[in-house]
């Protein structure tokens, strides 16, 4: 009878064959998974025996993951910040950079009182579920204009009550929402479309619309800017993520959009440029 030792030696080893990255941090991940162990855990459980039904489930995912098929895909869930998140094919997958952009947010916005966020572009709802969680009296308003999406944004939203505060709804601009915001938070599509063949086959089991920022990766951020006085209050601010060679380009377009307000960038972990935040002055 197998154990978890010898199905993780299995796993990784054809992950290695197939020249999968980190097939060892990959193979840790399917086991734990398939297993119901937590990562950490399966070295003390080595010895443990498993079925042949356990470890054909390992098998078939190790074989998706050689297809290129992202873990958040193949698990159909993706952990955010201790939010565990549903995950379909066709929503895009959150990032740690994501959640570096929504400590920003709470570093520079207010956390308590009532106020208004819309988060746009949601995907699967992981910054509004987030912000909910961190701003109690906030509400939020969560657009994307992937039905997928909504679908699967609503789904998590549900699972962790938060549908009376996060209202999801599908929408292309946030100008014909009809109402104005004191924050708006954005993680758009920003790289440029001649890039995205040139990506991880990985990546690019993603949705190109969660992924195509147009021709200078800006065809988003460009819109959203050029909303702000039409949709943010007096006072209010817009956090944004973007690319870590953009800046220069967020520069360009934010003068274009002539928005009175001040702009700023913040680096990421690793000490690159990767957001921005406009303060408006109405």
């Known amino acids: 009878m197998r154990n978890v030792n010898s199905l993780l030696k299995d796993v990784e080893n054809r992950l290695k064959a197939n020249e999968i990255s980190e097939p060892a941090l990959n193979a840790e991940w399917i086991v734990s998974k398939v297993c119901g162990l937590e990562r950490l855990q399966l070295r003390l459980s080595g010895c443990e025996g498993i079925s042949e039904e356990t470890a054909k489930k390992a098998m078939d995912m190790a074989l998706m993951r050689i297809k290129h098929v992202p873990l958040s895909y193949i698990f159909g869930e993706h952990n955010f910040r201790g939010f565990s998140l549903e995950i379909n094919r066709g929503v895009f997958v959150p990032r740690p950079e994501t959640e570096e952009l929504i400590d920003i947010f709470l570093k520079c916005a207010r956390k308590n009182g009532k106020m208004r966020i819309l988060d746009f572009g949601t995907g699967s709802g992981a910054i509004a579920i987030l912000l909910a969680a961190e701003i109690k009296e906030a509400e939020i308003i969560a657009v994307d204009k992937s039905v997928l999406s909504i ?101 360009r377009v934010f003068l274009e959009s002539e928005v009175p307000g001040r702009i700023e960038f913040y680096r990421d972990c690793n000490m690159k440029w990767r957001f921005f935040s406009v303060k408006f002055y109405g």
Do not use: T, W
């Not at 817009?238 to 870590?244: L, M, S």
């Open 151 to 251: 679908r699967c944004a609503e789904r998590n939203v549900k699972k962790h009550g938060f549908s009376e505060r996060v209202k999801v709804q599908r929408g292309e601009s946030p100008e014909e929402l009809g109402i104005r915001f004191d924050f708006i938070i954005s993680n758009p599509p920003y790289i440029p479309s001649p890039d995205i063949e040139g990506l991880d086959a990985e990546v690019r089991m993603e949705p190109r619309v969660a992924l195509d920022g147009g021709k200078d990766g800006l065809k988003v951020v460009r819109k959203l800017l050029r909303s702000l006085p039409f949709v943010l209050r007096k006072g209010g601010m817009f956090f944004c993520e973007i690319g870590e060679n953009q800046v220069e380009g967020v520069k």
